[in-house]
């Protein structure tokens, strides 16, 4: 006699809660062993279509968004990779540079021009990577004429800045040339590249421009009357140049593409900067040989930083907007700040506290509005 079919008796099928066929548990066996005929009936039962459904009254485990490749998991877009490079290697570093350019010249009375000429011994080598690479010196023929030109105006601002310095401190020339780059980036870009910015990034843009007010305000609202009060005007003055020539040569390299672009132009600013200073030194200033190991090296961290900084900066550009580059570059304010304070022994107002304090926060902003864009681009393609 063979058992019952599991699906109970003819013209009735039994059905669970969810209305689905439900399968009837098997009965427990006690012997260890099925019965031939009820092994039979169990196999051809599993193998029916009703019996190969799942189980929907069982609870589904909960379901994981598909996981990305380590390799494409925290991979930081152009951008936030632009803007970090300006911050830690451009920022950073630049922030050395007028302290220590101020205590070479307070130590030895180094002139800015022979500052400018040994900063630009330490580009020099950078032709042997291109001899090596078998690279032309000055760029290919068809863009020679503007690598020269981003020189020329890098040489201009740098000339400008440790002029500037020498005559007003060293935190607010940085924070006027800093200021000038970025409005005049802006600008320039909104003018000539119509390339727009989002709101936070116009926010992080006047937010440090504000902060930079706050810096140098007060010190222009009680200069000097005399030879003194003019010499402090055209430090200022310098220090605004020196901010537009950086924003042109910025927008001029982003115009620039082509293999081995960015040690092309390194080496012709140490060209164009030796071949511009070497006889204005003779004709304009006196030159000075360093005699004690400060002013040495003050000298050669002036050089490598300097270096450092010019490199990650023309790297930054081409991956973010120039004037948020800029931007993140008021870092170097802070920076030359805290030097001015602790190692220069140079008095810090409170303004200066305070728009130091702004500047940081629109870093941050700028900061945190690309890492959000990213975020959502990633979410997107997902």
């Known amino acids: 006699m063979q058992p019952p079919s599991p699906q109970g008796p ?16 098997a009965r427990p066996s006690f012997s260890g062993a099925h019965h031939p005929g ?18 929907f009254t069982q ?28 911050l830690l ?21 180094l002139p800015s021009l022979e500052l400018l000429i040994c900063r630009c011994l330490f580009h020099l080598p950078i032709a042997l990577l291109l001899k090596l ?20 105006l890098n040489v201009l601002s740098i000339g400008c800045a440790y002029s500037a310095v020498q005559v007003v401190p060293a935190g607010n ?52 009357e005399g030879t003194t009060g003019l010499y402090t005007a055209m430090g200022y003055v310098l220090a605004f140049l020196g901010g537009l020539a950086l924003s042109l040569g910025l927008l001029v390299y982003r ?49 490598i930083l300097a270096l450092v900084s010019f490199v990650c900066v023309s790297y930054a550009v081409t991956k973010a907007h120039p004037a948020l580059v800029c931007a993140v570059l008021h870092s170097e304010v802070v920076v030359a700040l805290m030097l001015q304070y602790y190692v220069l022994y140079e008095t810090v107002a409170p303004s200066d506290i305070m728009g130091a304090g702004v500047v940081l926060g629109s870093i941050a902003i700028i900061t945190a509005q690309n890492l959000s864009c990213e975020k959502e681009e990633k979410k997107e393609e997902e």
Not at 89 to 109: C, E, K
Request: glycine fraction near 12%.
């Open 10 to 25: 003819p013209g009735r099928i039994a059905h669970s809660r969810e209305g689905f066929p439900h399968r009837p548990p």
């Open 38 to 55: 009820e092994a039979h009936t169990l196999s051809r039962a599993s193998s029916h279509p009703y019996f190969n459904l799942p189980d």
């Open 59 to 86: 609870p589904s485990p909960p379901s994981t968004p598909p996981s990305l490749p380590s390799n494409q998991r925290f991979r930081p877009s152009d951008v936030t990779k632009g803007l970090l490079v300006a």
């Open 89 to 109: 290697g451009g920022g950073l570093p630049a922030g050395f540079v007028g302290p220590f350019s101020r205590m070479a010249y307070q130590a030895s009375h």
């Open 133 to 152: 690479r078998g690279d032309p010196l000055l760029g290919p023929p068809d863009v020679r004429g503007r690598a020269c030109l981003h020189a020329i």
């Open 173 to 224: 020339a940085a924070t006027v040339r800093k200021g000038s780059s970025t409005v005049c980036s802006a600008l320039l870009a909104l003018c000539l590249e119509s390339q727009g910015l989002s709101g936070y990034d116009w926010c992080g843009l006047l937010g440090s421009t504000l902060g930079l007010i706050i810096i140098v305000g007060p010190g222009l609202g009680t200069l000097q």
């Open 255 to 303: 115009s620039l593409h082509f293999p081995s672009c960015l040690p092309t132009v390194a080496f012709l600013f140490g060209l164009v900067g030796l071949v511009g200073s070497v006889p204005g030194l003779f004709v304009l200033q006196t030159p000075v040989l360093p005699n004690d190991p400060l002013s040495w090296s003050c000298v050669g961290a002036v050089g």
